[in-house]
């Protein structure tokens, strides 16, 4: 019989194994067996977690995006200035938090992504993720603009924010998250200088 409160314990050990497992070996190759020899249990105990792998992957991805979520409202909580460039800056910023950019972290993004083109629950969190990103950019940049332009701009910076992303997290030396973010400010500054209709 598992000991109380170690559900908790044994959840996070295997999403964080599951994580380790793909960062050494991709995707495919991060079978049940792996995961659980990484985090020192047995094959079983995912199954009765998780109900399998996909479930184990859905589980890492939502706390991803929770990891991500919390660091966006992290930064966004500290503001003293409330302007719609300190609230979209500080959404810039959590999305290249460390916690979205490690080496195991990115290539949890890269299979989850990979794998929601197939999987319909993680499609359906990847359809979440996106809209979140658009609505929250859209309604700051609606502060300073037309609805239309707004949406633009909106569409604008999450591609640019995915893309930086996605580019960085594919190069051999990884993704350098100062420049990123350097980048994607810097097109921020340029979205809110163009005058408005």
């Given at each position: 019989?598992?000991?109380?409160?170690?559900?908790?314990?044994?959840?996070?050990?295997?999403?964080?194994?599951?994580?380790?497992?793909?960062?050494?070996?991709?995707?495919?190759?991060?079978?049940?067996?792996?995961?659980?020899?990484?985090?020192?249990?047995?094959?079983?105990?995912?199954?009765?977690?998780?109900?399998?792998?996909?479930?184990?992957?859905?589980?890492?991805?939502?706390?991803?995006?929770?990891?991500?979520?919390?660091?966006?409202?992290?930064?966004?909580?500290i503001l003293t200035d409330d302007?719609?460039?300190?609230?979209?800056?500080?959404?810039?910023?959590?999305?290249?938090?460390?916690?979205?950019?490690?080496?195991?972290?990115?290539?949890?993004?890269?299979?989850?992504?990979?794998?929601?083109?197939?999987?319909?629950?993680?499609?359906?969190?990847?359809?979440?993720?996106?809209?979140?990103?658009y609505t929250n950019l859209c309604?700051?940049?609606?502060?300073?603009?037309?609805?239309?332009?707004?949406?633009?701009?909106?569409?604008?910076?999450?591609?640019?924010?995915?893309?930086?992303?996605?580019?960085?997290?594919?190069?051999?030396?990884?993704?350098?998250?100062?420049?990123?973010r350097a980048l994607a400010h810097?097109?921020?500054?340029?979205?809110?200088?163009?005058?408005?209709?």
């Amino acid at each position: 019989m598992p000991k109380v409160g170690m559900e908790p314990i044994r959840r996070q050990q295997l999403i964080h194994a599951t994580m380790t497992a793909i960062d050494d070996v991709g995707l495919a190759e991060a079978t049940v067996l792996r995961i659980a020899r990484h985090a020192g249990v047995s094959a079983g105990i995912i199954s009765h977690y998780f109900g399998g792998k996909d479930g184990l992957l859905e589980a890492t991805m939502r706390q991803i995006l929770t990891d991500l979520s919390d660091a966006v409202a992290a930064r966004r909580h500290i503001l003293t200035d409330d302007s719609p460039r300190a609230h979209i800056g500080a959404i810039i910023e959590g999305n290249f938090d460390r916690t979205q950019v490690t080496g195991p972290a990115a290539k949890t993004w890269l299979a989850f992504w990979a794998s929601s083109m197939h999987k319909p629950m993680l499609q359906r969190l990847q359809n979440v993720n996106d809209r979140r990103l658009y609505t929250n950019l859209c309604h700051q940049f609606r502060r300073v603009m037309p609805r239309p332009q707004a949406r633009n701009a909106a569409r604008g910076l999450a591609a640019m924010i995915d893309g930086l992303w996605l580019r960085g997290a594919l190069t051999p030396e990884g993704l350098d998250a100062d420049r990123a973010r350097a980048l994607a400010h810097a097109y921020l500054d340029q979205l809110l200088a163009q005058p408005t209709d």
